[in-house]
T-cell receptor, first 114, second 115 residues
Framework: QQQVKQSPQSLIVQKGGISIINCAYENTAFDYFPWYQQFPGKGPALLIAIRPDVSEKKEGRFTISFNKSAKQFSLHIMDSQPGDSATYFCAASMNSGGYQKVTFGTGTKLQVIP | NAGVTQTPKFQVLKTGQSMTLQCAQDMNHNSMYWYRQDPGMGLRLIYYSASEGTTDKGEVPNGYNVSRLNKREFSLRLESAAPSQTSVYFC??????????????FGSGTRLTVV
């Protein structure tokens, strides 16, 4: 059962444009929603995260929008740059028996073209 | 640099061979994890260790075993490799971050091919 659905699978954006990646979750017990960025040949790295009591979080050009009632959240990359080309994973986590159980989306491969 | 170190980076095995993937972290994190990454399937949890001395199965544990050797080290063993275990394996550790959630630090991965 896939508990976090991510779309689109791939995305091509022109330099300077806005990249938008969407995720939806099912389990209302999730209480932390991070996004990870992965470059080829590297492990994922934590990019930005949000808790469900906040509707938006912004860090530089990266913004998470969170809609608790719709159980959806999205990543917006403003003024997209070729260096942003990577695979992005959304995730949802909750405390489960003393550890943080994290469920990842299937990833979005972003290509920013000059 | 501080972080999660995985060895080896690449490995080719024949069906039926065994091997151990090594992972060490120097951030004093309590929890450690092993994930596999396959195209179109994201990251799937194989095993985790919430703290030193404990290990538990994740989503896809069949064909794997783990050992939490000490707080720093968490190894993954394939006893009899199968082609279905061809994948990229990531080790991670976690800590509580600002805002109350837990951020993962991943290693750079082991690319395993079973022929």
């Amino acid at each position: 059962q896939q508990q976090v659905k991510q779309s689109p699978q791939s995305l091509i954006v022109q330099k300077g444009g806005i990249s938008i990646i969407n995720c939806a979750y099912e389990n209302t017990a999730f209480d932390y929603f991070p996004w990870y960025q992965q470059f080829p040949g590297k492990g994922p790295a934590l990019l930005i995260a949000i808790r469900p009591d906040v509707s938006e979080k912004k860090e530089g050009r990266f913004t998470i929008s969170f809609n608790k009632s719709a159980k959806q959240f999205s990543l917006h990359i403003m003024d997209s740059q070729p260096g942003d080309s990577a695979t992005y994973f959304c995730a949802a986590s909750m405390n489960s028996g003393g550890y943080q159980k994290v469920t990842f989306g299937t990833g979005t491969k972003l290509q920013v073209i000059p | 640099n501080a972080g999660v170190t995985q060895t080896p980076k690449f490995q080719v095995l024949k069906t039926g061979q065994s091997m151990t993937l090594q992972c060490a972290q120097d951030m004093n994190h309590n929890s450690m994890y092993w994930y596999r990454q396959d195209p179109g399937m994201g990251l799937r949890l194989i095993y985790y260790s919430a703290s030193e001395g404990t290990t538990d199965k994740g989503e896809v544990p069949n064909g794997y075993n783990v050992s939490r050797l000490n707080k720093r080290e968490f190894s993954l063993r394939l006893e009899s490799a199968a082609p279905s275990q061809t994948s990229v394996y990531f080790c991670a550790s976690s800590e509580q971050v600002a805002g109350g959630g837990y951020g993962y630090t991943f290693g750079s991965g082991t690319r395993l091919t079973v022929v």
